[in-house]
C-alpha cells in the first residue's frame, strides 16, 4: 500500500465513530424526509378521493330516467290472460 492510502485508513479508523455518527445522521434525515412526502402523497391522495366520491355537495345529482311502458303492457296483458 502507497503512504497515502495508509494516512488515510488510519485518518479513517480515528475518526469512524465521528463518520458513522454523521451517516446515520444523514440516514435519518433521509428517511424521515420519506416519510413526510410519503404521508402528504397518502394524503392529498385521500383528500381528493373524499371529494370526488363522499361530498355530495361537490357534484351535480343524477337523475336516470327509464321507460317501462313495455314492461308494463307485459304484465297488464299477463293479468287479463
Do not use: H
Request: charged share 30%; glycine share 4%.
Amino acid at each position: 500500500m502507497s503512504q497515502e492510502k495508509v494516512d488515510r485508513y488510519k485518518e479513517y479508523k480515528a475518526n469512524k465513530q465521528k463518520i458513522w455518527k454523521k451517516e446515520k445522521r444523514i440516514r435519518r434525515l433521509e428517511y424521515t424526509a420519506a416519510a413526510v412526502v410519503a404521508a402528504a402523497l397518502l394524503g392529498w391522495f385521500g383528500f381528493s378521493i373524499y371529494q370526488k366520491v363522499a361530498d355530495p355537495g361537490n357534484q351535480p345529482a343524477q337523475v336516470y330516467t327509464l321507460d317501462t311502458t313495455a314492461v308494463d303492457d307485459y304484465l297488464q296483458n299477463i293479468m287479463q290472460d
